[in-house]
């Protein structure tokens, strides 16, 4: 067995102010460090979960908590969560006023029918015991007021347990002042996707990595290539000839991560035994 490892990110499309670079930092190490501890005694696909659940509480991120807003000055948030190595697939798309729609994607996983959006997927998280929250915060809603253009960020986490069990999840508030009723990459495959042998969660313009299907084939070539790396070292490249704006994290089975994107930073952090490895 490869032995634990996890990998968290906060998106891509960060410029280069030192900084909101070192808060990103800060709060993602925080994070990662604490759910490296946690996977020492809960599996690969709780510890995604709980990465992704601080990740959405913490406003400074783009999910949960503190997401970017819609064009009708809404908050849609999406979330998803893949097991490796059962192959199952939870999501919730377009969900509004709950605080973890990864928490809600969690529950699905138990479902028969899995994947739920808008209110469906609303009613759903309250008959669950999801209570309501107001996940727009004055920081976000002022950006919202004097911006009106799309923004970036996703939040994310790929882990291996010490079974070699492979999970990750993805949540996302969507790109910011998109159309109502636009679907996210990360309430799909595309965005978020695990295998027995690999997993990657994708932040970048979901329209891009919808019509990359980026998740699955980093995944699928991770596998081919039996490696995660050299997945990633022939996917970027690739979707940048095509000017896609995308970005991913990845973990294999042999606990060995990688990271890429064609836009300016993406911010990412991996744990292991041997300690962390930062991708900014
Ligand atoms: N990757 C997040 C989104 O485009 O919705």
């Given at each position: 067995?490869?032995?634990?490892?996890?990998?968290?990110?906060g998106?891509?499309?960060?410029?280069?102010?030192?900084?909101?670079?070192?808060?990103?930092?800060?709060?993602?190490?925080?994070?990662?460090?604490?759910?490296?501890?946690?996977?020492?005694?809960?599996?690969?696909?709780?510890?995604v979960?709980?990465?992704?659940?601080?990740?959405?509480d913490?406003?400074?991120?783009?999910?949960?908590?503190?997401?970017?807003l819609?064009?009708?000055?809404?908050?849609?948030?999406?979330?998803?969560?893949?097991?490796?190595?059962?192959?199952?697939?939870?999501?919730?798309?377009?969900?509004?006023?709950?605080?973890?729609?990864?928490?809600?994607?969690?529950?699905?996983?138990?479902?028969?029918?899995?994947?739920?959006?808008?209110?469906?997927?609303?009613?759903?998280?309250?008959?669950?015991?999801?209570?309501?929250?107001?996940?727009?915060?004055?920081?976000r809603?002022?950006?919202?007021?004097?911006?009106?253009e799309?923004?970036?960020g996703?939040?994310?986490?790929a882990?291996?347990?010490?079974?070699?069990?492979?999970?990750v999840?993805?949540?996302?508030?969507?790109k910011g002042?998109?159309l109502?009723?636009r679907?996210?990459?990360?309430?799909l495959?595309?965005?978020?996707?695990?295998?027995s042998?690999?997993?990657?969660?994708c932040?970048?313009?979901?329209?891009?990595i919808?019509?990359?299907?980026?998740?699955?084939r980093l995944?699928?070539?991770?596998?081919?290539?039996?490696?995660?790396?050299?997945?990633?070292?022939?996917?970027?490249?690739?979707?940048?000839?095509?000017?896609?704006?995308?970005?991913?994290?990845?973990?294999?089975?042999?606990?060995r991560?990688?990271?890429g994107?064609?836009?300016?930073?993406?911010?990412?952090?991996?744990?292991?035994?041997?300690?962390?490895?930062e991708?900014?």
């Amino acid at each position: 067995m490869p032995g634990r490892a996890l990998v968290i990110h906060g998106g891509t499309g960060y410029g280069p102010n030192k900084t909101v670079l070192s808060q990103a930092r800060r709060r993602l190490r925080r994070i990662a460090q604490t759910c490296f501890t946690f996977l020492a005694s809960h599996s690969s696909l709780e510890t995604v979960a709980e990465a992704v659940r601080l990740l959405e509480d913490d406003p400074f991120f783009n999910a949960g908590t503190g997401s970017y807003l819609q064009r009708d000055g809404r908050a849609r948030m999406s979330a998803s969560i893949m097991d490796g190595h059962t192959g199952r697939f939870g999501a919730v798309l377009n969900i509004e006023r709950v605080r973890n729609p990864v928490l809600v994607a969690s529950r699905l996983l138990g479902e028969r029918d899995r994947i739920l959006a808008a209110d469906g997927a609303r009613r759903y998280a309250r008959r669950q015991g999801f209570g309501d929250w107001n996940p727009v915060t004055a920081e976000r809603l002022k950006r919202w007021k004097l911006l009106k253009e799309e923004e970036h960020g996703t939040v994310g986490a790929a882990a291996i347990d010490d079974h070699g069990r492979l999970a990750v999840a993805t949540s996302t508030g969507g790109k910011g002042f998109e159309l109502p009723g636009r679907v996210s990459d990360s309430g799909l495959p595309v965005g978020n996707y695990a295998s027995s042998f690999a997993a990657a969660s994708c932040t970048g313009i979901g329209e891009d990595i919808v019509e990359e299907a980026l998740s699955v084939r980093l995944v699928e070539r991770a596998h081919a290539a039996l490696s995660i790396h050299k997945a990633f070292q022939k996917l970027i490249p690739e979707i940048k000839a095509r000017k896609r704006r995308a970005g991913a994290v990845g973990l294999d089975r042999n606990g060995r991560m990688s990271w890429g994107t064609t836009m300016p930073i993406l911010i990412a952090i991996g744990v292991t035994g041997r300690g962390l490895k930062e991708s900014f």
